[in-house]
């Protein structure tokens, strides 16, 4: 499940910063992306990989990838 947040930044202008979230069928998130200082980058972050049972078994630091909009793990 993917959910797309446009944030202002400042108040009555145009521009946005827009964060992608994903989850999987529990709603547990396992990822998200924010734009990073590089706009051709975005910062990936709360990346994780779940066994049949729930647990987490990999977990990924934050880390710098090329802009997507997809769920992908860089």
Do not use: C, M, N
């Not at 993917?2 to 944030?7: F, Q, W, Y």
């Amino acid at each position: 499940i993917k959910t797309t947040v446009h944030t202002r930044i400042d108040s009555g202008q145009a521009a946005v910063l827009t964060t992608y979230s994903f989850s999987d069928g529990l709603g547990r998130t396992i990822q998200t992306r924010v734009p990073a200082e590089d706009a051709t980058k975005q910062v990936v972050s709360g990346a994780a990989e779940f066994d049949t049972l729930g647990r987490v078994i990999r977990q990924w630091t934050p880390y710098l990838d090329t802009q997507a909009t997809s769920y992908h793990v860089g």
